[in-house]
């Protein structure tokens, strides 16, 4: 069964601080690695991963995807109290299949 | 561009009643899901469309649930009858059709369902 597992479930930091999102992945015909960031309504996509070692940035959040040790981090620096949200780490194999993650809840505190 | 319209937003309903989503999604978006997410959990895809058929539909409890979408467009997502557990938010989201582009997808603000 595919799993998708992140880490950690929780994390409080205080502004200005920079995190490291951890997210690891077991599955069949791998095809890509997302995350998507979900505040108090639907998920908002971040950034989409297939090829190993390339840093995809975006502002102060950037990821990086590891195709050998199966894991993805997303970093976040300078944090802001509007990153405070749930991140997610969804995989997408096969045909047409995502698995999801439980998320990584983030606050962030002035 | 227009997003992923669903509705209603909120809806309170009693278990055993009966209940309908709506989700119209991104124009030119082939593929249609609909995801179950329980308050601190990841969705949990109920359903997925290419056009007007059902890609994958395994993890649907089909005995209370059913979904469709006739015309390749829009989509209704029915719970009948509603379990407690049912509580949870329902989000649409679309995506294109080709390898990696399916992966990326774009949801709706989602249905907030409260079963009493």
């Known amino acids: 069964e595919d799993k998708v597992v992140q880490s950690p479930l929780s994390l409080v930091v205080h502004e200005g601080d920079t995190v490291t999102l951890n997210c690891s992945y077991e599955v069949t015909n791998f095809r890509s690695l997302l995350w998507y960031k979900q505040e108090k309504k639907a998920p908002t996509f971040l950034f989409m991963l297939t090829s190993s070692g390339i840093e995809k940035k975006s502002g102060r959040l950037s990821s990086i995807l590891d195709k050998k040790e199966l894991f993805s981090i997303l970093n976040i620096t300078a944090t802001q109290t509007g990153d405070s949200a749930v991140y997610l780490c969804?995989?997408?194999?096969?045909?047409?299949?995502?698995?999801f993650g439980k998320g990584t809840k983030l606050s962030v505190i002035p | 561009e227009a997003g992923v319209a669903q509705s209603p937003r909120y809806k309170i309903i009693e278990k055993r009643q009966s209940v309908a989503f709506w989700c119209n999604p991104i124009s030119g978006h082939a593929t249609l899901y609909w995801y179950q997410q329980i308050l601190g959990q990841g969705p949990k895809l109920l359903i997925q469309?290419?056009?007007?058929?059902?890609?994958?539909d395994s993890q649907l409890p089909k005995d209370r649930f059913s979904a469709e979408r006739l015309k390749g467009v829009d989509s209704t997502l029915k719970i009948q009858p509603a379990k407690l557990e049912d509580s949870a938010v329902y989000l649409c989201?679309?995506?294109?059709?080709?390898?990696?582009?399916?992966?990326?997808?774009?949801f709706g603000p989602g249905t907030r369902l409260t079963v009493l």
């Open positions: 969804v995989s997408g194999a096969g045909s047409y299949q995502l698995t």
């Open positions: 989201a679309s995506s294109l059709v080709g390898g990696a582009r399916t992966d990326t997808q774009y």
């Open positions: 469309f290419q056009n007007n058929g059902v890609v994958d």
